[in-house]
C-alpha cells in the first residue's frame, strides 16, 4: 500500500438545498483507487453514486470533504479525467467522428492528427465504417460505444463511468460488459465505473464498492474480485460472489 | 360436361372487372395522379364560379388573369411594370427581415442567456407579443409617413416575435449535460457557445426565422393595401378602385407564387445547413 493512490476521496461529503430542506446525498465517502485500477461502485437508484462520480470529475463540489489525484485536490473538470454519460450525451450534429475527435479540437491539436487519434478509436471501439454515420443513425449499444471513445480520445488517465449500459437491452449489455473489458485491456486506465447491476459488477471489477440502498450514499461493504478475465457469468466462483452480493442487497430492500 | 362453359366464361369475366378495378384503384391512389385530379378540380371548379358568374362580374377567368398578368410586365402601372413591383415588395421583406432576425435573435439570445435581461424584457414582450402586427399600420403611418419606412416598420413588427421566441426557447432547451462534456473534455465557456449553444439552438432558431419570413409576407401586402405608391399588395388594391378582378386574382397568384419559392428555398437550405436533421426526416 505503499503506492500513492491514483485518486483519494477523503471525507466527501454533499447535501443539496431543496424547498429550503437540507437533503444529505453522501456522508463522509473515503475511496482511494491504484493506478489502472477497475473499481465498480454499485448500488440502486437514488443512492448517491452519480453524485459521487460528478463530484470527482469536478462538474460538483462536495459540501464539505476533497477528492485528489495524484495528490492534487481537484477544483473543477479536467481533461485528466474522462467521463461516459449515462444518456450517451452525443452531439446529434456532428458525425461519429467529430464526436469523438472533440477532446483532441478542444486542446487544439491539428486536424490530421486529431483524425488520427480518433480513428484509432473509433477502431478500438469496434466502430470503423461508421466515422460519417450520426448519432441517430447508430444503436444504443453503438452510441455508448462513441461516448466511450470520445472519452478515451482525450487521452485521460481516469475514466469515469456513469451507469453507461443503464439504458441497453439485457443482451446488449453484456455484450457491451464484454468489449469494456477488451477496451480496457488493450488500453489500461484507472477507471471508476457506477452501476446498479450486480453481474455486471463482477464481470468488470478488479474491486466492487457497495453503497447504502437509501440517502445519504454511503460505503456498505468491498468486494475484492480476483477471478481471472475474461470472466465467464456461469463460474462457480462469479455465482458465489453473485449470491453474497445478492443476500447482502437483499437485506436493504 | 353439359354445361361448362358458361359458368367459367362468366366467372371469368367477374374476375377480370376485379383486376380492371384493381387497376384502377391502384391508378387512383396514386399520389401523383391525385395531385392531378386535384388541381383540375380546383381550376374547374374556379372556372365554373367565373363563367357562370357566381359572384357577378367579379371572378376572372384564368385566362383572363394570364393576359392581364402578361400586360402589367409589359405596360408599366404606376410607372412601373410588374416585375419592379414585384421587386419593390420584396425589397421591403428583406430589408424588415433581416432587421427583424439580427435584432430578434439577439434579444432572444440575451433573454435565454441572462436571466436578469429575462426579467426586465419579459413583461414588456409577453405584452405586445399577442398584438396583431397589423394593428400597427396606422400609428406606423403617422409616426413614419407613407414612405418606406412604415411598411420596414410593420415587416420587423411581424418579423421579431418568433425570431425572439424560438432563439429564447431554442437555447433554453438545450440539454445542460451537454456543456458536461465540453467542460470534461476541457472546454473554455466559449467553447461551450461555440460546440453547444449555436449548433444545438440553430434548428429552433431556423423554424424561427422561416415563421418570421412568411409573416413578414403577410405584412407587406397588409401595409402595401393601405398606402402605397407601389408593391403587389398596391396592384391589389388598384385592380379593386379600378373594379378589375383580374388585376387582384393577379396580385394574389404573384403573392402565393413568391411564397411557395421562398418556402422551397428555406426548405433547402435547411437541408443544407442541417444534415443531421436532413436524416431524421427521410429516416
Known amino acids: 500500500m505503499g503506492k500513492k493512490p491514483k485518486i483519494a476521496c477523503e471525507g466527501v461529503t454533499k447535501s443539496f438545498l431543496r424547498d429550503m430542506k437540507t437533503i444529505p446525498v453522501l456522508d463522509t465517502f473515503d475511496l482511494s483507487v491504484q493506478e489502472n485500477e477497475f473499481v465498480v461502485i454499485l448500488g440502486p437508484g437514488q443512492s448517491g453514486k452519480t453524485t459521487l462520480l460528478r463530484i470527482i470529475a469536478g462538474l460538483e463540489t462536495s459540501s464539505s470533504g476533497r477528492v485528489l489525484m495524484d495528490g492534487n485536490v481537484v477544483t473543477g473538470p479536467g481533461q485528466e479525467r474522462g467521463l461516459v454519460f449515462q444518456r450517451y450525451m452525443l452531439f446529434p450534429w456532428k458525425t461519429v467522428m467529430g464526436n469523438v475527435e472533440l477532446g483532441p479540437k478542444l486542446r487544439g491539436v491539428p486536424k490530421k492528427d486529431r483524425r488520427e487519434i480518433a480513428s484509432h478509436y473509433v477502431n478500438l471501439v469496434g466502430l470503423s465504417g461508421f466515422e460519417n454515420a450520426y448519432p441517430h443513425q447508430l444503436s444504443g449499444g453503438m452510441k455508448q460505444r462513441v461516448g466511450i471513445a470520445r472519452a478515451y480520445a482525450n487521452k485521460p488517465e481516469v475514466m469515469l463511468l456513469d451507469e453507461p449500459f443503464g439504458q441497453l437491452d439485457a443482451q446488449t449489455r453484456y455484450f457491451m460488459a464484454k468489449e469494456t473489458t477488451r477496451i480496457w485491456e488493450t488500453e489500461k486506465r484507472t477507471v471508476i465505473f457506477v452501476t446498479n447491476n450486480i453481474e455486471e459488477a463482477i464481470f468488470l471489477g478488479d474491486r466492487i464498492i457497495t453503497l447504502d440502498g437509501k440517502l445519504p450514499g454511503r460505503i456498505k461493504s468491498t468486494f475484492r474480485v480476483d477471478l481471472p478475465r475474461p470472466r465467464e457469468h456461469i463460474d462457480a466462483d462469479f455465482l458465489e460472489l453473485r449470491r453474497v452480493i445478492t443476500e447482502e442487497t437483499r437485506l436493504l430492500l | ?283
Open chain 2, 1 to 283: 360436361m353439359s354445361t361448362p362453359a358458361e359458368p367459367k366464361s362468366r366467372f371469368s369475366i367477374v374476375r377480370s372487372c376485379i383486376t380492371m378495378w384493381g387497376i384502377v384503384r391502384a391508378i387512383l391512389k396514386n399520389r401523383f395522379v391525385l395531385y392531378v385530379i386535384s388541381v383540375v378540380c380546383f381550376l374547374y371548379v374556379w372556372d365554373f364560379i367565373a363563367v357562370h358568374r357566381v359572384f357577378g362580374s367579379y371572378m376572372p377567368r384564368l385566362v383572363e388573369v394570364i393576359s392581364k398578368l402578361g400586360s402589367m410586365m409589359a405596360e408599366p402601372l404606376a410607372t412601373k411594370t410588374l416585375l419592379e413591383h414585384v421587386w419593390a415588395s420584396l425589397s421591403r421583406v428583406l430589408i424588415g427581415f433581416l432587421l427583424a432576425v439580427v435584432t430578434g435573435v439577439a434579444l432572444g439570445l440575451f433573454m435565454a442567456l441572462n436571466r436578469h435581461v429575462n426579467a426586465f424584457v419579459r413583461p414588456v414582450f409577453d405584452l405586445l407579443k399577442p398584438m396583431p402586427p397589423i394593428a400597427w399600420i396606422s400609428l406606423s403611418i403617422l409616426w413614419f409617413g407613407i414612405g418606406e419606412t412604415s411598411k420596414v416598420f410593420i415587416i420587423w413588427v411581424g418579423a421579431v416575435v418568433p425570431c425572439v421566441i424560438n432563439a429564447y426557447n431554442g437555447i433554453r432547451l438545450i440539454d445542460p449535460e451537454l456543456y458536461d462534456v465540453v467542460r470534461m473534455l476541457g472546454g473554455k465557456p466559449r467553447d461551450e457557445a461555440v460546440e453547444v449553444v449555436m449548433p444545438a439552438a440553430f434548428p429552433a432558431i431556423f423554424a424561427g426565422i422561416q415563421i418570421s419570413l412568411s409573416s413578414a409576407w403577410a405584412c407587406v401586402v397588409a401595409a402595401e393595401l393601405v398606402a402605397a405608391r407601389s408593391g403587389i399588395g398596391f396592384i391589389i388594391n388598384l385592380g379593386m378602385n379600378l373594379s378589375e378582378p383580374s388585376m387582384i386574382v393577379g396580385g394574389m397568384a404573384i403573392i402565393a407564387l413568391i411564397a411557395w419559392v421562398i418556402a422551397l428555398s428555406v426548405e433547402w437550405l435547411e437541408r443544407w445547413l442541417c444534415p443531421w436533421k436532413r436524416e431524421l426526416l427521410n429516416g
